[in-house]
C-alpha cells in the first residue's frame, strides 16, 4: 500500500475507534476480513500450522496471531505490543447538571493525563460501552455504542473575564472541564438525557440499560495537512498508530516461523494494572493456551518463551521546532526520519544493548531509517507497556515508536513517512 493511502487508512482506523471498545470492533473487522477466527478464552481451542486467530478480553483488548509452523519451542513467538486507549473524560453516574435552570452539562472524570486546555471549544462526540440486561445475571449483553454526532462543548470562557490567561490558567478538572451539552426544555430535560440517547441508538428500552462505560472524544475526523501531505493530523495516535501498524504487518507478513502476535492491550494511560492490561497475566495465559493447543508440553512452552521477542510500540517524542531545548543534546529525533528506539537507564524503557541490536538490524533489513531517544538526565520522562510486560513476560523485549508532536493533545502530529517505515519494520520482524 502506497505511504499517503496508508496513513489516509489510519485516520480512518482512528476516526472508527473513538474509544478502546470501538478500537477493539474496527479491529475484529479488519482480522475477520482477512480470515481470522475468533477464540474464546473459556473454551477449548482448536488450532492448526497456518491458522489465524484472535481473542478479545473486557471488550477492550485484543491478541490476534498467526501460526507459522508447529516448531514453536524451538522458534518461539514474535510479539508486537501496543495498546488501545488515549487520554479523555470519562462521564460519571447520574451526570446531568443544570445550571441556572437554562444549560444541561455533564459531570465527568479525567482518564489519563490529557492536556486540558486543547479540549476546550471542541466539537465532542460521545462513545464506549453499554451494557444491558440479559437471561444469565452473571453474562449480560454488551454493546458498543458512539453518538457519532457533535454533542458536546467544553467552552472557554472570555478574555474580558479572565484578562491574564495568556500568562498562564491551571484549568481544574472538576470546575473547568465538564461540557455543555444543550439547553433545558421540553426535549431536553434534566434527568436521564444519557439513558435516552442510548435508549434511541440502541433501540432499547430504557429499562434494559444496566450500566454504561462513555467516554468524550474529538469529533471532527482527522487529515493529512502540509505542503506535500507530509504530517498526520489526528487525536488518539498515541496509541493506535501502532496497534494499525502492527495488525497490518500481522495480516501481510510471510512468515515461515513460529508464531507471530500483536497484543493491544488496554488502560496503559492509568498504568496498566487491569485485567486487560499489560500488568496483567493475559498475554501470558494465552501463550501458554497456543502451546497447549499445539500439544507442547509445559516445558515445551518455556522454550517457547525463552525463543521469543517482544516489540514494545508506543509512540514517541519529536524535538519541538519550537522548544528544542527541552530535548536531549545528543539524542534528537525528528519527524520524518523513522522509527525511534526508545532507552533509559532506569529502565522507564525496556531496550537494552541486546534487544537494540536486533531492531536495528531489522531496520537495515527492512531499509529503515532508525533514530534513538534519551530523555534529558533532569527532565523525568513516560514509560510504556514494556517495563510492565517485562514483569510477566521475562524475555528480549526493545521499545520503539513513531516520533510525534503534541503527544496527549486531543490533536496529535506525526508523520506519513515514519508510519508507514515501522510498519515496513514489523513487517519484516514477522517474516525474519
Excluded at 474464546?40 to 490476534?64: C, F, M, P, R
Amino acid at each position: 500500500m502506497e505511504k499517503n493511502k496508508f496513513a489516509k487508512n489510519l485516520i480512518d482506523f482512528i476516526y472508527e475507534s473513538p474509544t478502546s471498545f470501538q478500537a477493539v470492533e474496527t479491529s475484529k473487522n479488519l482480522l475477520l476480513q482477512n480470515g481470522f477466527k475468533e477464540l474464546q478464552l473459556n473454551e477449548k481451542w482448536k488450532i492448526d500450522v497456518n491458522g489465524k486467530y484472535y481473542i478479545t478480553k473486557n471488550s477492550s483488548a485484543i491478541v490476534a496471531f498467526e501460526v507459522n509452523s508447529n516448531n514453536i519451542d524451538k522458534e518461539g513467538f514474535r510479539i508486537i505490543g501496543s495498546h488501545s486507549d488515549s487520554p479523555t473524560f470519562r462521564i460519571k453516574p447520574n451526570a446531568e447538571m443544570s445550571v441556572e435552570d437554562t444549560y444541561l452539562k455533564l459531570n465527568t472524570e479525567c482518564y489519563g493525563g490529557p492536556i486540558l486546555n486543547t479540549w476546550l471549544d471542541r466539537p465532542l462526540g460521545i462513545a464506549g460501552r453499554v451494557v444491558l440486561k440479559s437471561d444469565n445475571i452473571l453474562k449480560p449483553i454488551e454493546k458498543t455504542i458512539n453518538i457519532n454526532k457533535p454533542v458536546c462543548i467544553i467552552p472557554n470562557i472570555a478574555i474580558h473575564m479572565n484578562r491574564t490567561i495568556n500568562e498562564g490558567y491551571a484549568l481544574n478538572k472538576q470546575k473547568d472541564m465538564l461540557p455543555l451539552v444543550g439547553l433545558l426544555n421540553d426535549s431536553l430535560e434534566k434527568d436521564n438525557f444519557l439513558l435516552n440517547q442510548i435508549s434511541e441508538k440502541l433501540n432499547v428500552e430504557v429499562e434494559d440499560i444496566i450500566d454504561f462505560d462513555l467516554f468524550l472524544y474529538e469529533f471532527e475526523k482527522g487529515s493529512l495537512i502540509g505542503p506535500n501531505e507530509e504530517f498526520i493530523s489526528t487525536g488518539r495516535l498515541d496509541n493506535l498508530a501502532m496497534a494499525h501498524a502492527s495488525l497490518h504487518a500481522l495480516i501481510n507478513a510471510k512468515g515461515n516461523k513460529g508464531v507471530n502476535l500483536v497484543s493491544v492491550f488496554d488502560n496503559e494511560e492509568v498504568g496498566s494494572s487491569t485485567k486487560q492490561g499489560a500488568d496483567s497475566n493475559m498475554l501470558l495465559n494465552i501463550l501458554e493456551k497456543i502451546c497447549l493447543s499445539l500439544g507442547k508440553s509445559r516445558e515445551e512452552f518455556f522454550n517457547a518463551m525463552y525463543s521469543s521477542f517482544i516489540i514494545s510500540a508506543d509512540l514517541a517524542h519529536a524535538v519541538h521546532p519550537n522548544m528544542v531545548d527541552k530535548h536531549d543534546p545528543t539524542s534528537r529525533p525528528v519527524m520524518g526520519k523513522g522509527p525511534v528506539i526508545k532507552i533509559n537507564a532506569n529502565q522507564a524503557y525496556t531496550s537494552d544493548a541486546h534487544s537494540i541490536s536486533v531492531y536495528k538490524s531489522i531496520c537495515k533489513e527492512a531499509n529503515v531509517k532508525y533514530q534513538e531517544f534519551v530523555n534529558r538526565s533532569d527532565e523525568r520522562g513516560g514509560s510504556t507497556i514494556g517495563p510492565i510486560s517485562s514483569t510477566h513476560i521475562d524475555i528480549p523485549s526493545v521499545d520503539v515508536g513513531s516520533p510525534i508532536l503534541a503527544m496527549h493533545s486531543i490533536r496529535e502530529l506525526g508523520s506519513v513517512e515514519d508510519h508507514y517505515s515501522i510498519y515496513q519494520t514489523f513487517n519484516k520482524f514477522y517474516e525474519i
